[in-house]
Every structure is written in structure tokens, then in C-alpha cells.
């Protein structure tokens, strides 16, 4: 039963391809992840899955599918520069800007969808993505852009720490905290350009936050919440794929692997939600027990 | 001005307050009677802040007992007044003065209904007792800090309290405002509420306030500031961070 | 004018024009406690509500509700936790309510082309039972905001303060959450579940732009939400494009111009200011 539920989909090429893919992408998921967390970056990421849909619809428009990661790049770039440099007009709050510019590009990309005849098949690839048609090039690319942002995290990572934990003190130490902010925000859209393919643009957010936000509810260890959310990262991403391929086969039911992923992912949440939970009461129970064998002591 | 022969308008009888296990204050003794004034003072950290909201009823007491006009601190709530510091509140907000000063009346005119004219009176009154009648129209957020923080009096002002409570209200003022803030509270004193101010400033305790509660996480004195402030005391309490070193203050 | 002309496109425009109004109002709270991630996070999670209800055969609009109403209850919950923060709980949530959605579509014959009117809205296709909804909803909403606003509003700007004076803060503010629910569910048939958002927030923060005082702030905000609706219904008419793009844009557009060029807080009038003390 084990073999049949965990080994034998990724016996077919294609079900392989879409395995290395999403343990690729949980990786970088994973890793990632942690800084949108601890950043609370959960809405700026979510803007930037947004604002990235109408490169994807240009790029594809111009170039086919090839095209649609460099106009994934494009808009995911430039979104990166303006939610940074989004100039603080105080009577605009943060949150109402990201809103506005997120569903104004969008709209933008809809636009550009609906013009076109194929328009619900294609608006459906671009959002939700087909991880099952990846091919040896998309995944060498996501490996490239896997490698790329772990080098950068390894490179300013602990200066990255340091903004998310204590901006001041960065300031002061003469980090240019805005740069930093581009850094990560870049960062960011490079995973929302890698996964665009495989999970589409809305799901990706769920790869941005859901595995270190498990992870955040297991520990408060940096490494170990990073091996934590690569962890969840890539077995949310091989579970949701064993899932999507049994459904598929042994129940004719067809479900989007894009979003079975997702559902993977938010089962391990959940899992790490409960196992939190039980550990502080626990936790509880065993601090009582010494306070009372301080008092007995005592008496 | 206070009225000992009235029953005290808060009694704390060897309280300790917690949020969760730990006790963050303890064993507070004493009393503030009406037309009284109190300061807590103590360094950061000695639990003031927490005080007072169990004061308010928003933070469980687990030793002891606190009384607020007779009654449990949930159950007095609404002849109870606060006054936050101005600071945590946000400058862009669509709001004016002299609204902010009406939401003091909010309990009283109570839920669905709209402000009547005796609220709005009493709101404006409020803001005359704090000097900034002529502000009322303007913003919340383009007043000064020292400015911001007579509405906010004004606001709790305006709910006509028994007892009031202040968070650090001096804390960043100018002096004008400084001045207007001690004139209000003398009035409200004359007129026969009970003052809780939590301070940092020696000198302004002393000016103010009848009697003085030193804390730093439980109590070292509570009563006329000669007896609770001398130097001794205050070693105590501030653990040797103090520098006493107006003995001319202290010892008056 | 001639593209009124059909039932169908009247019928849009009535709807436009309530939705627009309702989000305006409701945007203003939305606005001024910093709710746009948790709106955009409803506008998402509620997604299979209404395929589920689709599914089932129920009313689209109790399903979403019955659906959204819950998602309220378990976010509100889930913020009061220990070890999670808000944004990454909203985070969690729009993931999943996305992704249920999406799977249950599918699982129902692979994607069909209902997904896009769920998605960007299909006003053209309201019946008048729709707008009754959104009339029934708009009422409803109306007269909460309506009795509870001086508390909502106080909670908005001084939440410590709305506690001290001994109001059930976390009651109020569930009862906020389910009111912008029960907007977004009636906003989807006209700009669906991914651009709802915009015609909550950017009416509402425009007319931030404009005006000192709340009153002013919320007339302006309704204003500005059915002129959004009817000028994105105009333009998507004559141009050939989504009609709930079209609204969208129109409603964004709205805030760039006022973004830059709004007398006090423009960015151009800041410029100029600056200029000038130089």
C-alpha cells in the first residue's frame, strides 16, 4: 500500500518531472518563507504574486510559453522596486497601497486575457498553473533561480535577520535598510517568477508563507525553523502530488495538483498547529509539577 | 481639598495582580480617598502600567483585593476614567478634537444612540477645563503631544469620573500644557474625584499629589511623600539606579 | 444612453451602482483599521463557499456567507493564539480557501467557465434576484454601521481606550469582520473574488486623500465606489473588455490621480510645498 501510495506515481516521466519540480520549489518555498514570516511579509508577497499576472499574460502574448517567465521576471521586478519605493504618503497606509496596486495590476492582466478568445483556459494556466507539463528546461530554470536566491540568502542573510529583528539598530549600523527591503522583496518575486509555472500565480503564496508559518509554531530557533520549513516545504509538495495522481487514478476524480500541493501544505499546518498546542500544555503540566515540588520542598 | 471622612474611592488591601501565573505587582496597600491624589512611581518595569489596569479591571487580581468605589474594579468601570498616553494613537486619523473629547461621553449615551446637546456640552466644557476650547474644530493628529494629551484628559474629563487614572501623562510635555494638565486635575480634584497618576518625576509628585505609592514590582511605601520618598526608600526601590541627589526635594 | 439599452445591461448598471456605494462604506472601516490583507484574505477563502454551494445546489450567496461567516469565526480565533501572527494566520487562510476551492472546482469537471465569472465577475450575467441580495445585504450592513459606528469608529482610532471604557472590543470588531464578509459575498457576482477587494479599499482610501473629516471621507467613499461602477461598466461596454477589470481599473485609476495630485496630501502638492520652503 505504501508503494503504491508514495513510490509508484513518480515511476511515470512526467509524474517524476513534476516531483523534481515541486521539491525544488519547496526548497526555495521553504527557505523563503521564513523571511516573508518573520518579516511579515504576508501581504507585500501576496501583492507581488498579484502584480506579477499581467508580465505573464505580456510574456505570453509576445513569446508564447517560453515568454512567460521573462515577463514573469519583468513585472516581478519592477513590482519589487515600486512596493519599496512606494514613497510613505501618510494618509496612505501600507496595507491600502499594496491592496490598490496589487488588484490594479491584475486588472491589468485581465484585461489583456479577455481580449483573447482562449480566454478562461489560458486565465486559468496562468493563475493555477500546470505542474504536470513541466519540462527539463523548466525545471533546470527554477534549479537556477533555486541556486541563485540561496546564494544571496547565504550572502546577506544574517544582515537580512538583523532588518526584520531590529530595523533601528540596522540603521545605525549603517545598513541601508531600503536596499535591504529590495534585496528580500527581490528575492521574493524571483520565487513567484520560479513557481509561476508549476502552481500559477495565486497559488504561490501559499509556498511564501504556509511553511515557515508551520514551522514558526514548532520552534523559535532560527536554523531549526528553517529546516523545519523546508521540511514541510518539499513533503507538502510530494503529498500533495501522491494525492493529486490517487485521486486521478484510483477515483477518476481530476483535481488541480497546483492547489493539491496547497492543501498538502495547509494539512501540515495544521499538523503543527495541534503538535504546538500539545507541547505547551505539556509544557504546562511540567512547570506545575516542579512548582509543586518547590513548594514541597519548601514546606 | 481631600475628604477622609468619606469612604475611600479605591482601597488596595495587600493586592497582587498577574496575567498569567507570576505576580507583576504585589502586596499594595492603601487608600485614595475622594478629592485625593496619588503617584505611583517607580522605575520601568516595577508593574505601575499593570496596576492600573487592574485598577480598570482588565487585569486580574490573584492576591489580596482591590476596591473601586465599593465595589469590584469590573463592576465600577463606568465612573472610572483613563488617560493613556497620547502617543500610541495614530496622527492621520479623520478625527477632531473635539470628537475625541465626545467619546468620553460614548457609555452614557449608550449604544445606537446619537450625542445630545448636554453631551455635547459637557464635551466642550471638558475642553475649556484643558485650555484648548478654541482647538476643538482641528484635527486630533496636528495638535502637539503636550496638546494631545489635555484632549485626552478632556476625553476622560468629560465621562465626569469618580476616580481617574493617569498613564504617564507628563511624559514629553511642554510646559504649557504641562500647566494646563495640573490646573484640570486640580479642579477635578476640588470637585471631588479621586486622582491615580503614574509618573517618572519626583518633583512633580511631590507638587501635585497628597500621598505617593513607591513601587518596583511590589510596595515600599505608600503615603505623604516626605515619609515615602526619602532616600532610603528610594535606593530600595530603584535598586541604586536613582541619583538622589536633590536632598532639598526629598526631604521637604 | 443607447448602452443601457438592454435588460441585462440595466440591470448591471443598478447593481454596479448598489455594490459600488456599499463597498465605499464599508471600505472606510476597512481603511482606517488597516483590514486590507484580511479583506483580500476573505475575498479568497470565501472562493469555495460558493463552489461548494454551486456543488450543492444551494443559493450561491448563503453558501459563500454560511462559508465566509465561519472563516470569520476560525481567523478571529486563530489571532487570539499564541505563536502566530496575524498576517501569516491571513496568509494561511487565503492559501487554503483558494486552494479548496480551486480543488473542488476541478474535482467537478475539470475547470469550466464559471471560474473566470468567480474570479473577475460576470455582472452582465445579475439577475434580479442578485440585486436583491445586494440590496437586502447593503440595507443590512448600512444599519449596523449605522447603530454601532461611534463605537466602531473609537475602536478604530484608540482600541485600548474603547476597552477601558468597558466595551466588548473583540465583539465588536467579529461583528466588523462579518459586515465586510457579507459585503465581499455580495461584491463577487460584479467584480469577483480577486478584484472585490480594490472596489472596498480604493474608494475608501481616495477619499482619505481628499478630506480631514470622516463624514466627508465616507460620502466621498460612496461616491467614488458607484462611479466606479458605472464609468468601469461604460468603458467595458463600449471597449469590449471585463466589465469587473474595467470597474477596478477605473476605481485604482481614481486613486493614482488623487495619489498624486489631491491638494494636501498629493504627492505633486508635497513637492510644490517642499519647493517652496527651499
Known sequence: MPYRLFVEPFQLPFMARALAEALLLGVLGGVVSVTVVLRRLAFVSDALTHTVFPGVVIGYLVAGTGGIVWGALGFALLSAVLLTVLPSNRRVTEDAALAILLTGFFSVGVVLVSRRSSYTADLTAFLFGRILTVDRREIVETAVVTAVVLAVLAVVGKELLLRAFDPGAAAALGYRVRLLDLVANVVVALVVVAAVKAVGTVLVIALLIVPAAAARLLTGRLAVLVAVSVLVGTLGGYLGLAASYQASVYYGLRLASGATVVLALVALYVVAFVVGALRRAGGRRRADRREADLVAEAA | ?252 | MSVFSDAYARRALVEVLLVGALCGVVGVHVVLRRLSFFTMSMTHATFPGIVLAALLGLNLYLGAGVFGALLVLAIAWLWSRPGTDESSVVGVVLSAGFALGVVLLSAQSGFTKNLSAYLVGSVLAVQVGDLAVTAGVGVAVLLLLAALGKELVLGAFDRSGLRTLGYPARLLDVLLLLAIEATVVSAVPAVGVILSVALIVAPAATARLWTDRLATMTVLAVGLGALSGLAGLVISQLVGVSAGAAIVLVACGLFAVSWLGAPRYGVLSRFRHRAAIA
Open chain 2, 1 to 252: 481639598m481631600a475628604d477622609r471622612e468619606l469612604s475611600p474611592a479605591l482601597q488596595f488591601e495587600h493586592a497582587s495582580v498577574a496575567y498569567g501565573r507570576t505576580p507583576v505587582v504585589e502586596a499594595v496597600h492603601g487608600d485614595v480617598h475622594p478629592g485625593e491624589a496619588v503617584a505611583l512611581i517607580g522605575p520601568n518595569g516595577a508593574g505601575k502600567s499593570t496596576l492600573i489596569k487592574a485598577v480598570l479591571g482588565l487585569v486580574p487580581v490573584v492576591g489580596g483585593r482591590i476596591t473601586v468605589l465599593g465595589r469590584t474594579p469590573a463592576q465600577a468601570r463606568r465612573e472610572v476614567a483613563y488617560v493613556p498616553q497620547a502617543d500610541t494613537l495614530d496622527p492621520e486619523f479623520p478625527v477632531s478634537a473635539g470628537q475625541v473629547v465626545l467619546m468620553g461621553r460614548y457609555r452614557r449615551i449608550g449604544w445606537v444612540r446619537r450625542p445630545r446637546r448636554e453631551d455635547r456640552q459637557v464635551a466642550a466644557e471638558a475642553l475649556r477645563a484643558v485650555g484648548l476650547a478654541d482647538r476643538a474644530g482641528d484635527r486630533f493628529g496636528l495638535l502637539s503631544g503636550g496638546q494631545r494629551q489635555r484632549v485626552l484628559l478632556a476625553r476622560a474629563i468629560a465621562q465626569q469620573p469618580r476616580l481617574l487614572l493617569l498613564d504617564e501623562p507628563f511624559n514629553g510635555v511642554d510646559a504649557v500644557s504641562q500647566d494646563a494638565l495640573l490646573t484640570a486635575l486640580h479642579g477635578l480634584r476640588a470637585g471631588g474625584a479621586a486622582v491615580v497618576v503614574s509618573t517618572h518625576d519626583l518633583a512633580l509628585a511631590h507638587l501635585t499629589c497628597d500621598e505617593v505609592c513607591l513601587l518596583n514590582r511590589h510596595q515600599f511605601a505608600f503615603g505623604p511623600t516626605e515619609q515615602a520618598l526619602t532616600p532610603e526608600l528610594l535606593r530600595a526601590a530603584y535598586g541604586g539606579q536613582a541619583l538622589v541627589t536633590d536632598e532639598a526635594v526629598v526631604a521637604r
